[in-house]
């Protein structure tokens, strides 16, 4: 098909399967992170589209941190049933034993241990060469900087400064054994392509994503939820009633709600076309130090 006559969705969908096959024929394991996000289920089916009607030949990894929201791991063992993926859970066992959570740890050191510890910690037994994820180069600016296959070294960790050259669609895949490669096929969409693919495939996602009546509060001008009963509340807070919604899930302690009527996908593409701000504002792991993604990426966070 001639790529001119393709819309700018069908020219993403293209080379987003074009990666996912180009990186399964190259690999030996590879692995899809599932973060249970909006860019999960895309990228989830755009691998189901790039291998029908044959079942998706890797599995899904999750690293469960035992902190994120309800809905998401009631949606996550849905979703995996309903649409029989071979989804793989790692928690740090050992640094939850030892009481590691956002509130006690502080998110900087509870990323790490919980996220990047357990991450590498799983990607290593489970002997993956290549880990596919979801990640856009216009969420974030050290995101940005990434190679649709990005290495890592035989510790997981990644060098900005001393990356493959990447032209056009040629992408290197040469590793040595220990190494191994992460693979972004929607490097190059943006959260208002993810919102009308999710439109056009009417692709489930976890209902949080849509204004509801939630209980939260507000602290140092972040709009946390209430999730369950480990939340901790200061002197004098008290948790209310706001119509919000999110968009982007995490942690619960560590992701802020947005206020918002957005109650349908179109309401929300509306709203994406008029933000002025980015979907990671309320990522408070995103603000905790100076360039504090891209130090967690060069340790081996995703």
Known sequence: MNPGRLSHLEQLEAESIHILREVVAEFDRPVMLYSIGKDSSVLVRLAQKAFAPAPLPFPLLHIDTTWKFRAMIEFRDR????????????????????????????????????????????????????AFGGARRDEERSRAKERVLSFRDAYGQWDPKNQRPELWNLYNGKIRKGESIRAFPMSNWTELDVWQYIWQEDIPIVPLYFAAPRRVVEREGTLLMVDDERFPLLPGEEPRTEVVRFRTLGCYPLTGAVRSNAVTLPDILREMVEATTSERQGRLIDHDEAASMEAKKREGYF
Not at 103 to 111: H, L, M, Q
Request: hydrophobic content about 40%; cysteine-free; aromatic content about 10%.
């Open 79 to 130: 979703f995996a049933r309903e649409n029989g993926l071979d989804l793989r859970i790692h928690t740090n066992r050992r640094a939850l034993a030892e009481g590691a959570s956002p509130f006690a740890w502080g998110s900087n050191k509870y990323t790490q241990v919980m996220k990047t510890h357990a991450l590498l910690d799983a990607l290593r037994e489970g002997g993956y060469d290549a």
